[in-house]
């Protein structure tokens, strides 16, 4: 037995245990290997309230003037905070939810907004996006907006008074243009975008409406 231990560690190389993978190999998931650089990763930026902080009047529908934040669109690295984004990006998608809600007793949350089909080449999304199908191709999808064949539409928060909702606007980064129209539903938005996401990012914000007196 001694002997086949000491055969055992001489065929281990100086510098590895056995129990370590080589570089390049193990780690962090999707972590790039020596030589190879590191895929740029997608955040996101907005000046009209800080992420995690109170949502403005400016940006809510109940009693505000319920107008889409602009948001900015950033690529990074771990050696860079501003990089070109992927050359095979073709479109951005967004979903603003209320995950404070539980829609008819399911997991399901209150979907406010999405839109989708956002060009590759924005670098962001302006104030006050208006509704329905928008000249540089974005399509206002399914949300509180969209009822009864009336186009889609940002729609803010519009919590009651009590403890705050939680306003998630979650952004994807897409390797395709979505073959849906405006009246696809969340989950055939969700089942289009499966497989194509090359970049993620979130930001949030908190809502409720000031308690009576």
Do not use: C
Not at 3 to 30: C, W
Not at 140 to 162: E, M, V
């Amino acid at each position: 037995m001694r002997r086949l231990l000491i055969v055992a560690a001489l065929l281990i190389p100086v510098g590895m245990s056995a129990q370590n993978p080589p570089a390049g190999q193990g780690g962090q998931k999707g972590a790039a290997g020596a030589g190879q650089a590191a895929a740029p990763r997608l955040t996101v930026t907005t000046t009209a309230f800080p992420d995690g902080g109170e949502i403005p009047a400016r940006n809510i529908s109940r009693g505000g003037e319920n107008k889409s934040p602009a948001f900015e669109f950033k690529w990074y690295t771990a050696t860079s905070p501003s990089v070109p984004p992927p050359a095979e990006l073709k479109t951005y998608a967004v979903i603003f939810h209320d995950i404070e809600n539980s829609t008819m007793r399911t997991t399901a949350d209150t979907l406010h907004w999405t839109a989708f089909n956002i060009p590759g080449t924005a670098t962001g999304i302006a104030e006050g996006l208006g509704p329905g199908d928008l000249p540089d191709g974005t399509i206002n999808g399914p949300g509180i907006a969209r009822r009864g064949g009336s186009p889609g539409a940002y729609y803010g928060p519009g919590a009651g008074p009590g403890p705050f909702h939680h306003y998630v606007f979650e952004f994807y980064a897409l390797d395709t243009k979505l073959d849906l129209t405006g009246a696809a539903t969340r989950e055939e938005l969700l089942k289009a975008m499966d497989g194509h996401v090359i970049g993620k990012a979130a930001y949030f914000g908190r809502f409720r409406a000031p308690s009576l007196p």
